[in-house]
């Protein structure tokens, strides 16, 4: 089991240094659009590769960069599909129609909440936060947002995420640079087995700090 495995994973990281950075700005596109996908498969595995030499160039800093970068593009990419629905379809259709692109009228309203209470910064910091990362360029869209103002903030609050989840991959990607994916799954299968009840307990921490938080930034305030 551990050697297919590890066979598929290394099948999959052949494909890593031409088409790499393409996928990345692709799914970083459409986890900053209004479909639900996690950043968290893509730039912690892209930061990964970068310090496994897997990636373009084979330099990890460079290709780190790059990747962050390419990251962020995507992020801006998916906010602009984003803003640009928003001003162009406006409030009416999107709590029509919304909940069959996964946006749910609620939750709209939330955005449009958090976007009336904080302005134009709130693109930028709601970007670090779960539930409301994506849909907060919706509001931007509808207010007509500067759309120079919403680039920069858009961009440094995605930036700010991309390089933590870069450098996590990154940092894994460093400890494990001289062991093969066999070595890799057997090692952690070890730490898994010595030390599940933290892991499992560190596990129930993070679930409900991220369902605490979500909570927190989806309340209503008549609510």
Known sequence: MTETIAAHLDAITQYAPVWGFLLIFIFMTIESSFIPFPSEVVMIPAGFLAFKHQLTTGNPWIDSLIAVLVGIS???????????????????FLHRYGKYFFLKEQTLDRAEEIFREYGELATFVCRLLPAIRQLISIPAGLSRMNLKSFTLYTGLGAGIWVVILTAIGGYFGHLTQDMTYVQMIERGKEIIKQNYIWLLIGLAVFVVCYLYVHHKVMKRRNA
């Open 74 to 92: 995507g992020s801006l990419a998916g906010a602009y599909i984003n803003y640009w629905l928003a001003l162009k379809l406006g409030r009416t």
